[in-house]
């Protein structure tokens, strides 16, 4: 069975720490793998991964794909106290369209 | 980016009734769209994949009979919720899929929150 596994599955920081959160993932037919964040409403989109080792940026934050060891990490650096939310790791399966989400992790910064 | 939009955002409805939700893509044509279902403080769960002028894909465990889809035109998909239960509670999120140039992504809805009393 497919399956994605988020860890950890919660986390409180003090903003300006950095955190890594982990996605590992078992999945027969892998495309993609995404991470996006939730907070009140609808994920919204943070990264798509498809090449192992290739990292990727925005802002504070930062992720990378190890489709040998299959996982994901999610970096965010100088966290802020807007970083709080679930962050929800998903793979696509490939010629399906469709996305495993992971359990997720509920991240908070506090001030 | 890709529009999608859902309504109502909020609903609340008495055991036993059917409830409708829409899911639209706004700005993009949608052959498929997907419908999740998020308990509180967990992940999204895949409920079903719906396409366009034919039935619906149900994952394990989805009762198709409770949770109607019907994606009748290339920019509109709905969730009925029938005869609902307070178990049926739950915060519902559709998807819809654009194609660019060889790519696809999904593109979420806000969510509607369904209260069953």
């Known amino acids: 069975e497919d399956k994605v596994v988020q860890s950890p599955l919660s986390l409180v920081v003090h903003e300006g720490d950095t955190v890594t959160l982990n996605c590992s993932y078992e999945v027969t037919n892998f495309r993609s793998l995404l991470w996006y964040k939730q907070e009140k409403k609808a994920p919204t989109f943070l990264f798509m991964l498809t090449s192992s080792g290739i990292e990727k940026k925005s802002g504070r934050l930062s992720s990378i794909l190890d489709k040998k060891e299959l996982f994901s990490i999610l970096n965010i650096t100088a966290t802020q106290t807007g970083d709080s939310a679930i962050y929800l790791c998903a793979v696509e399966v490939s010629g399906t369209y469709k996305y495993i989400f992971g359990t997720g992790t509920r991240l908070k910064v506090l001030a | 980016g890709a529009v999608v939009s859902q309504h109502p955002s909020r609903v609340i409805c008495k055991s036993g009734t059917s409830v409708k939700i829409e899911c639209r893509s706004l700005?993009?044509?949608?052959?498929?769209m997907f419908w999740y279902r998020q308990f509180p403080k967990k992940s999204l769960m895949l409920m079903a994949t719906s396409n366009e002028g034919s039935k619906a894909t149900y994952e394990q465990g989805v009762e198709k009979d409770k949770f109607l889809i019907n994606h009748a035109s290339l920019t509109l998909s709905t969730l009925t919720v029938t005869s609902a239960h307070p178990e049926d509670s739950s915060f519902y999120i559709c998807s819809a899929l654009s194609s660019g140039t060889g790519s696809y992504e999904q593109y979420f809805g806000p969510g509607t929150r369904l209260t069953v009393t």
């Open positions: 700005d993009f044509q949608a052959t498929t």
